[in-house]
Nanobody, 127 residues
Framework: QLEFVESGGGLVQPGGSLRLSCTGSGRPLNAPFIGWFRQAPGKEREGISCLSLESGDSKYADSVKGRSTTFTDSLKTTVYLEVNNLQPEDSARYYC????????????????????WGRGTLVTVSS
């Protein structure tokens, strides 16, 4: 059964950076794509990035575009999300997830396209 574990969250000052990790319990991520989502208290879960593990294509939401990068290692055991210039509005629980294969380079940001989720890692941006 596919399982994801997120890590790398914590407390960071405004303007700082974080690198979040998503692993498949030490095994290669057997998934067509890995998306990163975040959810702040009282808000909807927001898709912020996606990486196609097949094609290497990536996609970002406007809220993080230009200050975020998602990438994987050579063995595709971990997918990372780096976010720079963090602000208090970036505070949320961050999740990685995957969904059904949709073709080469398919990489959605809609929550409805995902069916397997990790438990998340908490990011708090505060001075």
């Amino acid at each position: 059964q596919l399982e994801f574990v997120e890590s790398g969250g914590g407390l960071v000052q405004p303007g700082g950076s974080l690198r979040l990790s998503c692993t498949g319990s030490g095994r290669p991520l057997n998934a067509p794509f890995i998306g990163w989502f975040r959810q702040a208290p009282g808000k909807e879960r927001e898709g912020i990035s996606c990486l196609s593990l097949e094609s290497g294509d990536s996609k970002y939401a406007d809220s993080v575009k230009g200050r975020s990068t998602t990438f994987t290692d050579s063995l595709k055991t971990t997918v990372y999300l780096e976010v720079n210039n963090l602000q208090p509005e970036d505070s949320a629980r961050y999740y990685c997830a995957t969904g059904p294969y949709g073709g080469l380079g398919y990489c959605p940001l809609a929550r409805s396209d995902y069916h397997t989720w990790g438990r998340g890692t908490l990011v708090t941006v505060s001075s």
